[in-house]
């Protein structure tokens, strides 16, 4: 069974029931405090080192303990910006980073490092701007990282999947849609 590290309960279950391969690795950075770039404060930025930290830990760690696959969760935030998404997108950028870094160093060993990199899941502000008319759900994001985790992806290394419908891919109109911190 796969070892999921630092993801929202929901998409972990799904991602747990999906992925039921040994030598995986799914790691995130959780749900970040979503707030515009000038109102976030410096706990803010600091919860989200802390979850990076913990998502690279756990990344070298599997790396070091014989995993086949990492698998980093990010967040489209970090392929198409949205207002009060900067923590998403910031850390979405690292792992980003990481993955492509651990790719190239981790493939001679036969690990393969790739990044899934899910929409707003059960978010219905972005449908608008979403080709496929949906929000995305933790069962799409667990969809792919089955597909990563599997034998059949032994040669991709290195990938960025956006799990998104079209979102990245699109602009909505006025910029990019807007995301307002809860309450």
């Known amino acids: 069974m ?10 972990a279950t799904a991602i747990a029931e999906r992925v039921s391969r040994d030598g995986v690795l799914v790691a995130g950075t959780g749900a970040l405090p979503t707030d515009r770039f000038l109102d976030l404060r410096q706990e803010d930025w600091e919860a989200a080192v802390a979850a990076l930290k913990k998502a690279f830990l756990a990344a070298q760690d599997a790396a070091r303990t014989g995993v086949e696959r990492i698998i980093l969760v990010s967040s489209t935030a970090a392929i198409r910006p949205v207002h009060g998404a900067a923590l998403a997108a910031t850390a979405g950028a690292f792992l980003h980073t990481l993955a492509q870094v651990a790719a190239v ?37 667990a969809d792919v990282c089955e597909l990563l985790a599997s034998e059949e992806a032994a040669y991709i290394t290195g990938a960025l999947v956006p799990v998104d419908g079209g979102l990245s891919l699109t602009k909505s109109p006025g910029g990019s849609p807007l995301l307002k911190a809860p309450g």
């Open 105 to 141: 160093e981790l493939a001679p060993r036969g690990i393969t490092v790739n990044v899934v990199a899910p929409g707003f899941i059960d978010d219905e502000r972005f449908v608008d701007a979403t080709p496929a008319g949906r929000s995305p759900q933790p069962r799409d994001v």
């Open 2 to 11: 796969a070892r999921v590290v630092g993801l929202p309960d929901e998409l």
